[in-house]
């Protein structure tokens, strides 16, 4: 959910609220005035009445006369003039013969002489106008909160295309931004403080990080450059010195050790230099690479070392599994999984390669228990048992470059003795 949705969602909710407490207010206020003035009105109309019961009046028949003629005035013979009180105000149900229907008045009561009789005389106003006028007065609460929602949803949508249209141009180009491209990145014209500051941040941020970047790089290159080559003299030496005439077996027997750590070191630096470009991010350009084909020629490379362990091998390998990536990344990462799995097979053991257009599958016998996936593509992982002369290097690999080509990497335990990776291809 977007900031300024939060945002809005928290503003309605608070003007539903206020909205809702204001209408009852706003109705008890105007109920509250209301009856005040009617109560005023019922009050004048008394003092015309008692005016008129002096003036114009004679007869007990005239008071039933008037009663015939406003049926809101009506006098109510009294057995005796109760002590003085004051006026009684109250609302009470009657029949009303124009509309047939029982609606609400507000009566006014009081005790009034006329020819030396008591009379208790009540005058009536009609409430079923107010009540219309309340239920209007609520309809029209609801007509501006609606208003009011509707405003706000419009004006979301105007600040959403302005206002924030900066903070939503820099947060794309900053998902698109990748540190050894060295793009710039600008945010369009603003007046808003708050994405001013924000840019400038930004744009010291990328700066800092490029400087870390090239100074990375470079120690990368230099270093990589520095130790292969004479490590490149040393193999040559070497290769010298094992044809040089007069070696004694046990010359040659500490030669031979001296090479293989040689070459132990120039695979390290080889797995080290692509480790520190994958995780520097550095641009593989992808192309379309038929996965079967090169899965079959990593086989045939291995074959000797299948045959050399008495590993059975199984394969299924589909005809043609296109893919769009960097073709040294693949042959890395089918090599090493083909790999990883001969060295810590067991001897007669099985392989299984399998390989469909949704997944990669490589299943192979091994130590009885679980590894521990969450050790195991640390660097320089090595299971316990292990007496495999790899650097520790290869499922790191594995996981870097699947995790920089977007193909999810999965270990299970799917029986005593048998470990699967599967790379998933869709």
């Not at 003085?84 to 609606?103: F, P, Y």
């Not at 208790?120 to 609460?141: C, N, Y």
Request: glycine share 6%.
């Amino acid at each position: 959910m977007k900031l300024l949705t939060r945002t809005t969602l928290i503003f309605l909710l608070y003007a539903s609220v206020v909205a809702g407490a204001g209408t009852l207010v706003y109705y008890g206020l105007i109920h509250k005035l209301y009856y005040a003035y009617v109560d005023r009105t019922l009050s004048r109309r008394k003092l015309r009445v008692q005016k008129a019961m002096r003036l114009y009046l004679h007869r007990p028949a005239d008071l039933a006369y008037w009663h015939q003629l406003d049926h809101n005035v009506e006098f109510v013979p009294l057995p005796a003039l109760p002590p003085r009180r004051a006026d009684q105000l109250r609302v009470r149900l009657m029949h009303n013969e124009l509309t047939g229907k029982s609606q609400p008045y507000r009566q006014l009561s009081s005790a009034v002489l006329f020819q030396g009789r008591p009379y208790e005389l009540q005058i009536r106003v009609s409430l079923f106008d107010t009540q219309q006028l309340l239920l209007r007065i609520v309809l029209a609460g609801g007509l501006l909160f609606g208003l009011l929602v509707l405003g706000l949803f419009g004006l979301q949508f105007v600040l959403n295309r302005r206002l924030w249209q900066p903070f939503y141009a820099l947060l794309e180009q900053l998902q698109r931004y990748k540190l050894n491209r060295n793009e710039p990145v600008t945010l369009p014209a603003t007046s808003i403080r708050e994405f001013q500051e924000l840019q400038e941040a930004v744009q010291l941020l990328l700066r800092q990080n490029q400087h870390v970047y090239r100074q990375q790089k470079e120690f990368t290159e230099n270093a990589a450059h520095e130790i292969q080559t004479p490590l490149a003299v040393l193999r040559t030496q070497l290769d010298l010195l094992v044809q040089a005439p007069g070696l004694t077996e046990e010359q040659a027997g500490h030669i031979e050790a001296i090479m293989g750590v040689t070459q132990r070191l120039t695979h390290l630096t080889k797995s080290l230099l692509l480790l520190a470009q994958l995780d520097n991010q550095l641009f593989f350009p992808a192309e379309t690479v038929d996965v079967a084909s090169i899965l079959r020629t990593q086989l045939a490379h291995l074959q000797p070392q299948v045959a050399g362990r008495g590993i059975t091998l199984e394969i299924d390998i589909a005809a043609s599994v296109p893919l769009q990536i960097h073709r040294g990344l693949l042959e890395v990462l089918i090599s090493n999984l083909l790999v990883n799995a001969i060295r810590h097979n067991v001897a007669q053991g099985h392989l299984l390669v399998r390989l469909t257009p949704e997944a990669l599958t490589v299943e192979n016998t091994g130590q009885e228990q679980s590894l521990q996936e969450a050790g195991l593509f640390h660097r320089f992982h090595k299971a316990s048992d292990s007496s495999s002369e790899g650097v520790g290097l290869g499922l790191t690999l594995v996981q870097q470059i699947c995790t920089n080509c977007g193909l999810p990497l999965r270990y299970s335990y799917v029986a005593p003795g048998r470990h699967r990776q599967q790379v998933l291809l869709l």
